[in-house]
């Protein structure tokens, strides 16, 4: 059975019991709790929940367009039909418009439109973010050449966040910070999330970066180990607890449903090879059952 579904809810159940409602740019209230941490075997279970479905493709894709691709063009994403980016793309005149809760002049935080200029040579990406800061620090690079060269490296530590480029980010990386380790063949990983949303982005975030460590482990010739995750500010967002609630509830009359494999084409052993089309050929999620579709609104 699926221990991520049993341990998602226990997370689901412990923010709407012990969290605490608070504002935040998006001006949707969350109900949260400071931290909170994860631990994942991968020679036991690929965590995928099954509580719900999981659209496995757009979320591998948007790790690929990260650590393979190292892009922040939303083009690439449209591309291959993956929509998740299209709220944060700068716009054909450089600009990036949204509507966020800000400071007024009486403290206060006020719902206001927010223009942020960029510059026209931004266009159509997220500015200094993820696959930029990937690409301008050849993390991925890096982070494969030490697995494989240097694999008793304690240094091993990838950084989304750099403060030079915050600034200049549409939305600054929610799971910021990666420490990776091998022990007695095996590929381990920590991950660090600054912010997390629990409905809509750490089922997305938990699977990518579980393929993430599976590929690179692949790649490597190593076996997987384990996935270590801590989380700051662990929410949910007012207007997903109805869903959050359908979802316990699922859990609890029918439980959970058998967790699926990964499959990783034996044939494609170069990173940058595994092929990151619509279709996904080197990577298919076998086995996968689950419980259907809950949508939950995205907060900007």
């Known amino acids: 059975m699926s221990k991520w ?6 997370l689901c159940k412990k923010i709407l019991s012990e969290g605490t409602e608070v504002e935040n740019r998006t001006g949707i209230n969350t109900i949260k709790i400071p931290s909170h941490y994860l631990h994942f075997d991968l020679s036991e279970e690929f965590p995928v929940l099954t509580t719900k479905q999981l659209f496995f493709r757009a979320a591998i894709t948007e790790m690929l367009w990260f650590y393979q691709a190292k892009s922040n063009d939303v083009r690439w994403l449209k591309e291959r039909g993956v929509k998740i980016w299209d709220e944060w793309e700068i716009g054909e005149d450089g600009y990036w418009r949204a509507e966020q809760m800000v400071p007024g002049d009486d403290g206060r935080l006020v719902r206001t439109k927010v223009e942020k200029y960029f510059g026209p ?21 890096r982070l494969l050449n030490t697995v494989k060269n240097n694999p008793n ?16 980010a549409v939305l600054p990386s929610c799971v910021w910070s990666t420490e990776w380790d091998v022990t007695n063949g095996r590929l381990s990983a920590w991950v660090h999330q600054r912010s997390c949303d629990v409905p809509l982005g750490l089922p997305f975030n938990v699977t990518q970066y579980a393929t993430l460590l599976s590929l ?16 700051k500010d662990a929410h949910i967002y007012v207007n997903q607890i109805d869903g959050i609630k359908e979802q316990i509830e699922r859990f609890e009359t029918k439980g959970d449903l058998p ?29 996968y059952e689950h419980m259907g579709k809950i949508t939950f609104p995205i907060a900007q």
């Open 5 to 10: 579904d049993r341990d998602y809810i226990s």
């Open 259 to 287: 967790a699926p494999t990964l499959w990783i084409n034996p044939d494609v052993t170069d990173f940058y090879a595994i092929d990151n089309s619509r279709e996904l050929k080197d990577i298919k999620i076998v086995g």
């Open 153 to 168: 490296d304690r240094r091993c530590v990838l950084t989304l966040w750099q403060d030079d480029y915050v600034p200049t």
């Open 121 to 141: 040579e931004w266009a159509h990406t997220i500015g200094t973010a993820y696959g930029y800061i990937i690409n301008k620090f050849n993390l991925t690079d």
């Open 216 to 231: 690179v482990a692949h790649c490597t010739g190593l076996k997987v180990g384990t996935l270590d995750w801590s989380i």
